[in-house]
């Protein structure tokens, strides 16, 4: 098994107009399972290529275990990657397809490779369709089919391309659970690359959020939705997204008060939080999570700000409450409160639950 490292890595395109990866570092330790996950072209799939071997670097470099591959060959690496389109040969049966890895990088006999196969088949609920060939199988099928073709040849790095993203809803969590058994069962390392920031939440031990190539925070799915450094992370992760509020720093006196007169947004700082953050007379983004905002029925003029109830949207055990304060505020509240649309209601949260970003760095501060 091998911990892998990307070490400065860089891959520009078209005489470097295109910056698909960004000097990133990142480690991954023997056995873990990191999700890579960022918005559709921000460099996930080439930093996985680079990793893979199948795309040279600018600048950088990659080593297992500490050793540099750089400049090795993808088939002589030990990795297994696993595409969003399956890639299986049309003209090969599922044996075939799941044999191939290890007649082309072992000199196994023929009869062990089958024996492997036939295990690793049965092992994922295939066994039946060795003898089929890809095209009559379904979406799920042909992902475990390929699965199992990558894990056969017992792979010290895993990579997953969105394998998922062909899959229906059902389905989808279904393989979910099964890729993260199998990464236990057999103990490699996995890089598992996804723009759906739902399945990196359920899937990693931890996540790399990578935005314009750049990699922007590195950890544990409840760590990162709980701090996350800056703006982006913090609207990219969690669904229902961030709610969002520009504010400005005014003091009066002792008193620390951020605003929004426009939406008749009042809330004063402890005296603790102010002598805790550094902040600058300027305006800031706000940021709170729909479940901590609290909504009130009754106004009594001590509230954050009031605002209008838009839609109502139950969802099983709570309700998301749509609010007309631009752009789109959404509270998350318990059954026990139920306004309708057209009311009015008051806005709370709590001063632990706000993140202010910089208006320039983003950050949090
Ligand atoms: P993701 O997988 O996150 O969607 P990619 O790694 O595929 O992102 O692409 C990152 C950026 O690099 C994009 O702007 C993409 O257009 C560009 N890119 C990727 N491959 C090439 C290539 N072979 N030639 C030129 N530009 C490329
Ligand atoms: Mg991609």
Redesign the pocket.
Known sequence: MADVTLDGLRKE??RGT?V??DDIDLEIEDGEFVTVV??????????LRMVAGLEEPTAGRVLFDGEDVTDIHAKDRPVAMVFQNYALYPHKTVLENMEFGLRMSTDMAKEERHERVREMAEMMGIEELLEDSPDELSGGQKQRVALGRAIVREPEVFLFDEPLSNLDAKLRTEMRAEIQKLQKEFDVTAMY?T?DQEEAMTMGDRLAI?DG?KLQQVGEPTEVYENPVNEFVAGFIGSPSMNFLEVTVERDGSAVRLTNRDVGFEFELSQEYVTGHELADTTYTLGVRPENIDISERITGEETMTATVEVVEPIGSDNYVHLDVTPDFLARSDPSIRPEPDDEVGVDFREADIHLFHPETGKDV
Request: glycine share 22%; net charge neutral; proline share 5%.
């Open positions: 395109f078209d295109i698909a990866v960022g918005p559709s072209g921000c460099g996930k799939t080439t930093t690359v723009h990578l190539g």
